[in-house]
């Protein structure tokens, strides 16, 4: 469903991703692990379609369409999402007003109709019950406040209600404590469907125990260096990423 | 008609060697300030003496004065021999016929906005009289006010028919020589509004100056003046929209308020004066001075501007608070782009004891214009327990546009309490990108984010005029992000 080939992207003229190739079919969970400054969150960025990145080589293709030359919002009413690793204040906003813009935006290029005001907010208490969120905070303004917890909590809910493709989780394990973890991995696994894919991109492989993935990919100067199963997550956290960097690296050496 | 438009642009096209020439079309003064100028339209009104001195007095006062140069904004000098003071009401030959012959850009914009379809007529100046049903609509909330006491009207009607109650107030807050532009209008006001609320009644509906315009058109320099007595309470709607034109247009209006014990006055107003074109060509100068008396007790005067429009604004909508325990308050959204510059804010003088103002400014600039918030706070000594509470927000879009903000504090009372708080932030590329990730369109996300910037003032709007501010403010701000 997602075919990234040889991509190369930075910015400001500087290259970060060096030629990714990365497959993602539908129903399947992949992992992007990798130490900082890798372009872990480059990539996210790049297949978002946030401003300020530059994809100087290669392709992006998703269900059959390039990704590439879809603005951001054309790509989240196709179902990509993605989930912050910062997410914004948006101050005067009502989380309320927010998602019901954003689930009919989605509903709208679906060519379903719009949801009123009162199946809005019925759907959205159902879906926010099981992330340990109080609906009061649908009227909060959008992450204004949040704390760290509620911020990657709310992010989950959004991307439930949207009901995305493929949904892009960048470090949503950063800040979180182990039960707002267990919570926020529940929500992506109940999300789990053969129609639906995720791309997780972490630090850590905690969070893989939570979220089970199908791939693991070692993200390393900007290029895939090493993709295998779960195993390959456990390893890394035996060895460290400085033991995939060495492996890497002389592989080059010997011209593999 | 062709042989009346033939006639005036004959007219128009001459040199005007004496200044002034009274053998011309009667709805037209050629260009020129002079007393006779002041004497024709005041004649022109059948005026009674004592308005007709008072205009004298006025403008006799006005040649003396200088027009400020403090604000912070910028403009070629204004040759006030140039302008036509009886020219304003347009006769109904020289409108358009029809929306066809009115410019498309201008109702696209009326068509955002959502404004119905015979009032887009009526704010392009089309002559709609005969189309426009608003004889009965006028009828009928004429007849509802009069039930209830309250008076409405022009105030020129208001001379004719109560002319006591227009002496008393007319001028007592804000006085002939206040101000130049307050001086300038005191001389050569063409219409305006009245309002009277009697004692302990409650205005039974919003009034709107879209009900009176409609019959009348009031010109650029019109007086309002809004009297509400003991336990009244009222609140008044103003809309301002105008026709693109090319030249600039000098709009220098003057709004009085008085609360007597118990009254509450609730003022809103949404702005949306032609700002010019894209290169700051054309455009109204917007010079306003709105102030009111809260002179009784416990009385209350508020606020509430939405200011998107004109090329420059030069306006402080202020409360004189005199009756202990009186409130003054003022909510502000001022929108700049393109070329406009706003200096705008308020002065709220505390003199009674225990009274208390709240100040909410919020200012967005974008393109390359220049928004400023001026705003005084002042404690006399008598002022005892008086308390002020200030918040001034400055909301940049792009790095082309100026934010300023002069707060003004003069405390002259210890037991007084005053805050103020203000913050500047630039729109983020990164709130806007959240927004387009879940699916939402660049110009709505800008429109989203503006529009909670604002919220704590257009809560304080009525209804219909939020919804229109919110509208108002997405269209002012098309195509300044992205």
Redesign the interface.
């Known amino acids: 469903m997602l075919h990234v080939r040889n991509l190369h992207a930075g910015v400001d003229g500087q290259e970060i991703l060096r030629g990714v190739n990365l497959d993602v079919e539908l129903g399947s969970v992949h992992a992007i692990m990798g130490p900082n400054g890798s372009g872990k969150s480059t990539l996210a960025s790049v297949l978002a379609g946030r401003d300020g990145y530059e994809v100087t080589a290669g392709s992006v293709t998703y269900a059959t369409q390039d990704l590439l030359e879809m603005d951001p919002e054309i790509r989240a009413r196709n179902g990509i999402f993605l989930a912050f690793q910062y997410p914004v204040e948006i101050p005067g906003v009502t989380m309320m007003y927010f998602m019901r813009e954003a689930v009919n935006a989605v509903y709208r290029h679906r060519g379903q109709e719009e949801l009123s005001a009162g199946d809005f907010l019925r759907l959205a208490r159902a879906k926010i019950g099981p992330l340990g969120i109080s609906p009061d905070m649908l009227k909060r303004a959008v992450n204004a406040g949040f704390s760290g917890g509620e911020k990657k909590r709310s992010e989950i809910f959004q991307m439930s209600m949207l009901e995305p493709t493929l949904s892009i989780l960048d470090e949503t394990d950063s800040g979180l404590d182990i039960d707002a973890l267990k919570v926020v991995s529940r929500g992506v696994n109940s999300l789990r469907s053969p129609a639906r894919s995720f791309l997780v991109i972490t630090h850590y492989q905690r969070l893989l125990n939570y979220i089970v993935p199908d791939h693991v990919h070692v993200l390393s100067q900007g290029r895939i260096v090493r993709s295998g199963d779960r195993s390959l997550a456990l390893e890394l956290e035996k060895h460290g990423y400085g033991w995939i960097e060495e492996r890497a690296a002389e592989r080059v050496a010997l011209g593999a | 008609m062709s042989s009346a438009v033939d006639h005036l642009e004959g007219l128009t096209s001459q040199d005007y060697k004496y200044g002034f020439v009274t053998e011309i079309d009667q709805e037209t003064l050629p260009p020129g300030l002079t007393e006779d100028t002041v004497r024709f339209i005041s004649a022109k009104k059948a005026e009674p003496d004592w308005l007709l001195e008072w205009r004298l007095k006025a403008f006799r006062h006005w040649r003396g004065m200088d027009e400020p140069t403090w604000p912070n904004v910028k403009y070629p000098p204004i040759d006030y021999q140039a302008i036509s003071y009886y020219a304003a009401p347009k006769s109904a030959d020289d409108r358009p016929k029809s929306l066809d012959e009115v410019d498309p850009e201008l109702l696209a914009t009326y068509e955002k906005l959502g404004i119905p379809l015979e009032e887009r007529a009526a704010l392009a100046g089309v002559a709609v009289d005969a189309v426009f049903d608003s004889v009965s609509v006028a009828t009928t909330f004429r007849e509802k006010l009069a039930e209830a006491g309250v008076i409405f009207m022009s105030i020129s009607e208001a001379v004719r028919e109560h002319p006591g109650l227009v002496r008393q107030y007319l001028g007592s807050v804000v006085p002939p020589s206040d101000n130049f532009f307050a001086a300038l209008n005191s001389a050569v006001f063409s219409d305006g509004s009245f309002v009277f609320i009697p004692k302990g009644v409650t205005c039974p509906m919003e009034l709107s100056t879209y009900f009176r315009i409609n019959a009348m058109n009031t010109g650029q320099f019109e007086r309002t003046l809004i009297v509400a007595e003991e336990a009244s309470h009222v609140s008044y709607l103003e809309g301002c929209t105008a026709p693109m034109r090319d030249e600039n247009q000098l709009h220098a209006a003057v709004v009085e308020l008085v609360a007597l014990d118990d009254a509450r006055i609730k003022y809103s107003t949404v702005q949306n004066w032609y700002p010019g074109d894209k290169d700051g060509n054309g455009g109204i100068y917007n010079f306003v001075t709105k102030r009111g008396a809260c002179r009784g007790r416990n009385s209350k005067i508020s606020w509430t501007q939405v200011e998107t429009g004109s090329a420059i604004t030069w306006k402080y909508p202020s409360c004189i608070l005199l009756g202990d325990n009186s409130v003054g308050e003022f909510y502000s959204v001022a929108v700049t782009n393109n070329h406009q510059q706003a200096d705008t804010g308020t002065k709220m003088i505390h003199v009674g004891r225990n009274t208390t103002s709240t100040i909410v400014s919020k200012g967005i600039s974008a393109g390359v214009s220049n928004n400023s918030y001026r705003g005084l706070v002042k404690i006399l000594p008598k002022a005892e327990g008086a308390r002020n509470f200030s918040q001034c927000d400055s909301m940049l879009m792009g790095d082309r546009c100026g934010a300023h903000t002069f707060p003004y504090l003069e405390v002259r009372n210890k037991s007084a309490q005053v805050e103020h708080e203000a913050t500047t932030s630039k729109i983020?590329?990164?709130?806007i990108?959240?927004?387009?990730?879940?699916?939402?369109?660049?110009e709505?996300a800008v429109s989203?984010?503006v529009?909670?910037?604002?919220?704590?003032v257009f809560r304080e709007l009525p209804m219909e005029f939020a919804v229109e501010a919110q509208k108002l403010l997405g269209v002012s701000l098309e195509g300044s992000v992205g």
């Open positions: 983020g590329e990164d709130q990108f959240y927004l387009n990730q879940r699916g939402i369109e660049t709505d989203m984010i529009n909670g910037f604002c919220k704590e």
